[in-house]
């Protein structure tokens, strides 16, 4: 099992902008092959929903996210990745994991503790676990 190096960011502010572009460029395959699907079922209306989330299964990894008393879990199927290749950045509300070939956005109901949160790469599994902030910065 390899430990992965988690990447701590405060505000969202600080992330680079290439994740933005990550996140827009992945929307956009999504978006394409949507409607890729769409046309294959003869451009019928009445299945955007179906086209939508099926584009998305067959473009992001295959993800388990379980809530414990005190921490999140998350189980990410990233077969075929090395473990140099997966980075993931912690936020207060979510976890990013960037990279070419991958890239997920977990978003949490509750904040997390970032200098908590840990990740293991193991046969081709990436396990995230983010233990849950104190109560008190969800007033914040």
């Known amino acids: 099992m390899t430990t992965i190096a988690i990447q701590k ?5 600080a992330l680079p902008r290439q994740i933005f572009e990550q996140l827009q460029f992945l929307s956009e395959r999504i978006r394409q092959r949507a409607y890729d699907l769409f046309q294959t079922r003869g451009a ?7 086209d939508w989330l099926q584009a998305e299964r067959e473009l992001r ?3 388990e996210l379980s809530e414990k008393d005190r921490e999140f879990q998350a189980r990410i199927n990233v077969f075929g990745l090395e473990p140099k290749d997966i980075s993931v ?4 509300n979510s976890i990013l994991l960037p990279g070419v070939n991958l890239f ?3 978003e949490f109901l509750r904040p997390i503790d970032v200098d908590k949160v840990v990740a293991k790469f193991d046969r081709g599994i990436l396990q995230v676990i983010a233990p849950k902030g104190q109560q008190e910065a969800i007033a914040a």
Not at 44 to 50: I, Q
């Open 89 to 92: 950045i912690a936020l207060p």
């Open 9 to 13: 960011v405060r505000e969202v502010e």
């Open 104 to 106: 997920r956005r977990l």
């Open 44 to 50: 019928t209306e009445g299945h955007d929903l179906e």
């Open 61 to 63: 990894p295959e993800t």
